[in-house]
């Protein structure tokens, strides 16, 4: 039988977790015996204290991670049994997928059906994805002619460490986590402070499913103090970033003030939305944009908020999206699993995002539905909201808000909606839809992002790679072969036959 609410919740009571930093194998307290608390964003309620790291930890951490990088455990494990251990850490996961997910919408508040059903099972896929890469990559022999062979190789980079946001913890964790061991490194994971226990966790799985101690160390803390202090460190070679575009500029200043560690940034994004004229039915195109505007309560990176529909059609848009709202889109408790949105991950959050709809209001922006927070829980829920024909530079249009707000937006044609979608200083991904075969290629080129979707809202999937263009980010993608690229380093051995 289908679990309720009551049971979500009674699992999440008798759920035990580590919450202490994970280094050489084993659960630590923070050198400085710092602890903090971790909230439930839909209650508001405390439900754990763990372990808060800074810099003499993070120094710990690197020393073991190099050291075992060098010893070989892992690193010089034969691919296939590499392979092997991750496909064992991928089935230990799903063996636990419900409690994890519990823990995971205790720390989050993303809705309990969203977890089980999205985020675990494409962790999952991730894992065993990259695990079968592992003994399937090669390397190339160059055309050097007679005289020479020029072998170019692929080499783990040493010490990673991957700094995660909180919008889908575990996703991001093993999308960045299952190719950097895949390729033999050793790994050292910084979660996000207000998402930090599932990280915990993954680490223990993957302890119990073989990865050698000391591969994975798991530091949570302070992004400033502790990520700062990674980006810093001369050990690591290599940082995964995904998060703000803030703070992808700041670690580029670390990797060039100490030693040009190889930097991968996913940042933010101002996705657009595109329906061309040629769409004669736009049930399908309606449903993608709620998807595309509201899922993960708007709280994802690849949210598209601004919608571009030909002018003669906005007001069918409009109405066809309210009802599609009503139907389809649930917001509240996030352990209820008939809910499909949640609270946002913070009362500071929840403020910032509510100030932006006070700024489309008194830009005198027109309010299609939602402008205003809902009495639920711990109060930090926003009703889904929707904006009619806002000013394009207004501030709606240009910042990415990072909840559930989108603007919707009349245009003259499918050239206008391009040439908009465009004029933004990001570039993550972008949706087009249309009947038309040349449309979709024409159009599809002309975007710039990283990803463009026709007839669907989505990021690809993992064998897609996935990553961002301008102010979006750059230096790696994550998923497919290309994540892999990010955690290796080629090297050139060429051999004279003279
Ligand atoms: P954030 O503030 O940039 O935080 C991301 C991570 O960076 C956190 O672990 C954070 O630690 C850490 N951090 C903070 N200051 C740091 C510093 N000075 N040096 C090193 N690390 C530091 O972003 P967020 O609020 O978690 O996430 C939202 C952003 O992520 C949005 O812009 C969104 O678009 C982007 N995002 C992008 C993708 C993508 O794939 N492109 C996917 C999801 C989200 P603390 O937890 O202590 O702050
Ligand atoms: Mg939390």
Redesign the pocket.
């Known amino acids: 039988m289908a679990k309720t609410k009551q049971d979500y919740e009674k699992m999440a009571e008798n759920l035990s977790f580590p919450t202490k930093a994970f280094i050489n194998g084993k659960f630590v307290d923070a050198k400085s015996g710092k602890t903090m608390e971790a909230v439930n964003p839909a209650t508001g309620k405390v439900f754990a204290s763990f372990s808060t790291c800074d810099e003499n930890d993070v120094d710990e951490a690197v020393k073991v991670a190099q050291k075992t990088f060098e010893r070989g455990v892992w690193s010089k494990m034969h691919p296939t049994e590499r392979k092997k251990v991750l496909l064992k850490f991928a089935d230990i996961i799903e063996n636990n997928l419900e409690e994890l997910a519990v823990l995971e919408t205790l720390d989050s508040g993303k809705p309990i059906g969203e977890v089980m059903s999205t985020d675990i099972p494409e962790a999952i896929h991730a894992i065993r994805w990259h695990a079968e890469f592992t003994d399937k990559r090669y390397g190339q022999i160059s055309p050097s002619g007679d005289g020479a062979v020029g072998l170019v190789v692929k080499e783990p980079v040493g010490v990673v460490a991957c ?6 913890p575990i996703m ?1 964790t093993t999308w960045k986590l299952a190719p950097a061991l895949a390729e033999g490194n050793s790994v050292i994971l ?5 998402t930090s226990l599932t990280t915990l966790r993954l680490a223990e799985l993957a302890a119990e499913a073989g990865i050698p101690e000391g591969v994975i160390q798991v530091l949570p ?4 103090i502790i ?2 202090a ?2 810093l460190h001369k050990g690591i070679n290599a940082i995964s ?8 500029c ?2 580029l200043e ?1 990797s060039a003030q100490s030693n040009l560690k190889k930097i991968a940034l ?4 101002k996705s657009p939305f595109i329906l061309c004229d040629d769409v004669k039915d736009l049930s399908k195109a309606v449903s993608a944009a709620l998807a595309a505007s509201f899922w993960n309560t708007g ?4 949210a598209n908020t601004r919608i571009f529909v030909p002018e003669s059609r906005k007001d069918e848009c409009v109405e066809l999206m309210l009802k599609g709202l009503e139907k389809d889109w649930r917001i509240g408790e996030p352990m209820n699993p008939v809910n499909n949105m949640g609270p946002m991950i913070t009362e500071a ?1 929840f403020k910032n995002v509510m100030s932006y709809i006070e700024k489309g209001i008194n830009e005198g922006c027109k309010v299609a539905v939602g402008g205003h927070s809902l009495d639920i829980g711990s109060g930090i829920y926003v009703a889904p909201t929707l904006f009619v024909d806002p000013k394009l530079d207004s501030e709606i249009m240009k910042h ?1 808000i ?1 909840g559930p707000v989108s603007c919707i937006i009349g245009v003259k044609s499918n050239e206008e909606a391009i040439k908009l979608a465009n004029e933004t200083e990001y570039g ?1 991904q972008a949706t087009l839809f249309t009947d038309n075969l040349q449309n979709a290629h024409i159009f599809a080129r002309q975007l710039k992002a990283g990803t463009v979707s026709v007839n669907k809202y989505c990021e690809g999937d993992i064998t897609t790679p ?3 263009l301008k102010m ?2 750059f230096g790696g993608q ?1 998923n497919a072969e290309a994540a892999h690229e990010q955690y290796s380093e080629l090297k050139t051995i060429f051999i004279n036959l003279n």
């Open positions: 700094i995660m946001p909180w919008n889908f991001t910084k979660p996000a402070t207000q803390g302070s992004g400033s990520g700062k990674l980006g970033f995904t998060g703000s575009t803030e703070v992808g700041k670690l670390y996913e940042l933010g994004g709280q994802n990176c690849t959050h990415e990072f993550l996935f990553g961002g979006s980010g994550d």
